[in-house]
């Protein structure tokens, strides 16, 4: 079996989390994804540690949790963008390429010779995607872009933690993680259209176009209800859907996701609550929602005096949405979770016992599987490799690029 995009090749420009997320998604899928990093330095994650992998002596390397966690099937090449043969040398590359990624500043890589305007004559049947912070165009396209600033610029950080706490941003940089989605998106319809018509084609990624995009129905409930439905904070609540939150039992919390009024209904008979769905407040969904306030308490009065596992496994036989608050730790020892083995291990020449656990992709593809081909590569592991077979350099050549600091 092949991955189904086998045969392409990414030329990866892009370091931190958003573009080499995306590209890691391309990679699993088969396509070749050469990443280029600074010499001596590399995809500044390298450096985001602790905790960092344990080498065969127990020691730390230089390899951080952080860039292990997206940077598997790519091939590693140290390229120093800033000289002139080094520029030089990423345009004949990028010419053995179908899509480049990257994630410099507005107009970084066109004063380089880079650009995509530089670029499409000589290669017109080239995918070109840019990531940046806020966009090629606007007021803020010069700017500096970072996770947060978008989390917070694009409003999910005014609606994230509890009602009389502080705003809170996401746990994870989940403003880059879904524009690198997004970008994943973009350029296989990008490569759709190149294969009908023969057109490449430039795409412009904004960690804060896309932040907006997902605000979904937070936002929609602003646009469509006005001022008066500005989400605020809300804790675990929904503010659309009544019970949808976090409650307490004796011994921790769970999560209670009623969907429906017959769901309610059910709840509530198991939850010795048999005249809540009667009562005119609460027998809708949208009744429930006007009155929370009323609601919730009594819930919560009920919920408290039984254990998690009376919650989680009484509700489960009758449909009822219910499920642990698990922690990290609980995340990967979940009996669904192994089941689907959503951690998987790679050799890898400088982990402890030479194997390097990671997060599995969470795509199943019936014919075309992912495939799990490289670990995340050391700083420049495969230099000379691509070197080599994409352009047909001899030692000599590439001696001779690394004696300039080149390569």
């Known amino acids: 079996m092949t991955a189904p995009l086998t045969g392409l090749r990414v030329f990866d420009l892009t370091r931190i989390l958003a573009g080499p997320t995306g590209t890691q998604v391309l990679g699993d899928l088969g396509a070749d994804v050469i990443k280029v990093e600074r010499p001596g330095a590399g995809d500044d994650t390298r450096k985001w540690g602790p905790p960092y992998l344990k080498g065969p002596d127990g020691e730390d390397t230089t390899e951080s949790a952080y860039y292990l966690a997206a940077n598997r099937n790519k091939r590693s090449i140290t390229l120093d963008l800033n000289q002139a043969e080094g520029q030089a040398l990423a345009r004949r590359l990028i010419a053995e390429c179908d899509v480049v990624v990257e994630n410099f500043k507005v107009g970084d890589l066109a004063r380089r010779g880079l650009g995509y305007d530089q670029l499409k004559e000589e290669l017109p049947r080239l995918v070109y995607c840019s990531i940046t912070g806020f966009g090629q165009t606007g007021p803020y396209a010069p700017r500096a872009g970072y996770d947060m600033l978008a989390q917070a610029m694009g409003g999910i950080m005014s609606i994230t933690g509890d009602s009389d706490g502080e705003p809170a ?30 057109e490449g084609q430039y795409i412009d990624m904004s960690l804060l176009d896309t932040q907006v995009s997902w605000l979904i129905n937070a936002g929609m409930n602003y646009l469509i209800g006005g001022p008066e439905h500005v989400q605020g904070r809300m804790g675990t609540s929904h503010p659309n859907i009544v019970p949808y939150e976090a409650l307490p039992a004796s011994d921790g919390y769970y999560i209670l996701a009623v969907g429906n009024d017959a769901q309610f209904r059910k709840f509530c008979d198991f939850a010795g609550l048999p005249e809540l769905p009667g009562d005119p407040r609460f027998a809708t969904n949208d009744a429930r929602v006007r009155n929370r306030q009323e609601l919730i308490p009594t819930l919560r009065e009920a919920t408290a005096g039984k254990p998690r596992a009376h919650w989680l496994e009484g509700l489960a036989p009758l449909g009822v949405p219910a499920s642990p608050l698990n922690a990290i730790d609980e995340v990967f020892e979940d009996p669904q979770v192994v089941h689907r083995g959503m951690v998987i291990e790679m050799p890898h020449g400088q982990a402890q016992g030479g194997r390097l656990p990671l997060i599995a992709s969470p795509m199943r593809l019936s014919r075309t599987p992912v495939d799990y081909r490289y670990p995340p590569p050391t700083l420049g592991q495969h230099t000379e490799e691509v070197l080599r077979e994409l352009l047909g350099m001899e030692d000599p050549e590439i001696a001779g690029l690394r004696a300039g600091r080149v390569i």
């Open 169 to 198: 941003k996401v746990g994870v940089g989940v403003a880059d993680v879904m524009t690198g989605m997004y970008a994943v998106v973009a350029i296989l319809a990008a490569l759709r259209h190149r294969d009908a018509s023969g």
